[in-house]
């Protein structure tokens, strides 16, 4: 075992002893309550563009876990959408003033905290959704520009609009977008699931934590086995 895989497995040890103690202290107050699937959902997949998937780049995340967990676990997800009609729409994110001087940006301030300016529109190739998983035609790529899929956008309208009631959110990172996204999401009134496998983060530790922090407050977290097998059930 190398030295970087035994240091993981300390860093799970010690997260698992944390989220043990977590969970007495959340159960007894009431937290970690279930909001379970509904009877429409739609997957919400965000930044799974190529800035974030591929190597090379400032917002690159986790290469293994992507080109090992995330990629194919969206590809079953992706698949059961398809077969049984559930909407798909894809998130990513660019923007068309990078210059971080400039008196008026489509970057907010957001430029101050993080190299967004990367993320050029010129730029296809940076934030067109990894090939991959490439969307289909009668599925939606929805451009954001800040951290959530929802801050500005269309998504709340677009899902209501197809009677959606249920999003099933993955992609990167746990950190920022993807936390976003689920607690705007059940702040808007759907009913939210993380993937557990299909979300990821440059960081390590930074998914495990998340994951299990947004199950207890803002959202069920599940594995693409029980996704996958909603996704076949519920009629669409």
Request: aromatic share 8%; with cysteine; charged share 25%.
């Amino acid at each position: 075992m190398s030295k970087e895989e035994m240091d993981w497995e300390e860093l799970d040890s010690m997260l698992n002893q944390a989220f043990a103690k977590a969970t007495e202290i959340y159960q007894k107050r009431g937290f970690q309550r279930r909001i379970g699937f509904g009877k429409k959902p739609a997957l919400i997949s965000v930044d799974l563009a190529n800035a974030w998937t591929r190597p090379g780049n400032p917002f690159t995340c986790d290469q293994k876990k992507m080109d090992e967990e995330i990629i194919p676990g969206m590809q079953r997800l992706l698949a059961a959408c398809r077969k049984h009609g559930h909407p798909v729409i894809h998130v990513t994110t660019a923007y068309e003033v990078t210059d971080r001087n400039a008196e008026f940006t489509d970057m907010g301030l957001w430029h101050c905290k993080i190299p967004v300016d990367v993320v050029d529109i010129k730029n296809k190739e940076l934030w067109a959704i990894d090939s991959r998983i490439a969307p289909v035609q009668g599925e939606y790529t929805l451009l954001k520009k800040r951290a959530s899929g929802f801050h500005g956008t269309e998504l709340a309208g677009i899902l209501r609009a197809a009677n959606v009631d249920t999003i099933l959110v993955t992609g990167v990172t746990a950190t920022a977008c993807v936390r976003e996204t689920i607690c705007d999401g059940i702040a808007d009134g759907f009913r939210t699931i993380g993937v557990r496998e299909c979300i990821g983060d440059r960081i390590p530790g930074a998914v495990a934590w998340n994951l299990f922090d947004l199950d207890a407050k803002f959202a069920d977290v599940h594995s693409v086995d029980e996704c996958v097998s909603y996704l076949e059930t519920v009629k669409g």
